[in-house]
């Protein structure tokens, strides 16, 4: 008779089953982390370029913590070295390093003669900047590049992932500024009656046909990136194009808990709302009627 191997459950054999559920998950979990940050085994990056969110630690992703605790050299402006400080503890941190890229790729006489001291002092400056980071790559360290909100949303170092392209950065995304200030309008950029879209952009910068009257054609909803321009010239743009009843909201401080700040109106009457006011450097201004959108239409 042939042998019959008993399927009962017991407590032992139970146990024996979960703990290998257990490591399983563990071990999918732990390689799904690991390629999630870019690290596959015998391949640890070393070179990082993380987004830490806009406004409050607190909005950081916890990938973007993690490559910070990696790394050995972080650069970083004041004020992200401020906020991230929890994480910098024992790392050698760099400032001084932060608007590289104006000029970069272009060759001296391509430049207009009254800029050229200005191409001759970033281009040193860069190139320090260059030789610190293959030199640490070189010596087995781990670098991290910080930057607010989002690097690839008008990030100052997108530069460098062509720079050392040889060295195949991770770029760790972040929450961008963006994606703080439609949470703060309380307002979705994509629900409207005739649009479903939204442009991003910022200053009208020479040699561009995308220009922000242009843009506005498109009835599109907008988000603009300010970065200290003057405010009152983006708003004369967007008159040459839109009705001044077209609904405007700025948003200061997005991400901030206790500085975040609305101000809404129409293009006909905002810089009227705003003056005596200093803006913030970090504002936002947003365009369109999706400001005033109701799916819900109140009762005549």
Known sequence: MA???????TRRNYLRVVGILFLGITISYGENFAWASGETAGNRPQLYLVGVGPGDPDLMTLRAIRAIQ?????FASPGIAKKCAEYLTGK?????YWRLFPYYGQKR????EEEREEYDR??????KFIQMVRQAVAAGKVVALLDNGDPLIYGPWAWT????EDLNPVVIPGLSAFNAAHAALRKSPTNATRTKS???TANDWPGKTDTIPELAKLGASMAIFTMRAEFEDFIGKLRQTLPDD????????????DRERVITGNLGDIVQRVSGKDLAFEYLIYVGEFLTFRHRKSAE
């Open 122 to 127: 970033l281009a040193a400056q860069r190139q």
């Open 3 to 9: 042998n019959i191997v008993s399927c009962q459950p």
């Open 161 to 164: 992932l062509e720079e050392f």
């Open 109 to 112: 006489e391509e430049v207009p």
């Open 198 to 200: 939204v442009i991003l």
């Open 92 to 96: 050698e941190v760099v400032e001084g």
């Open 70 to 74: 990696q790394a050995d050299l972080v």
């Open 246 to 257: 077209t609904p405007v909201a700025i948003v200061e401080y997005a991400g901030y808990k």
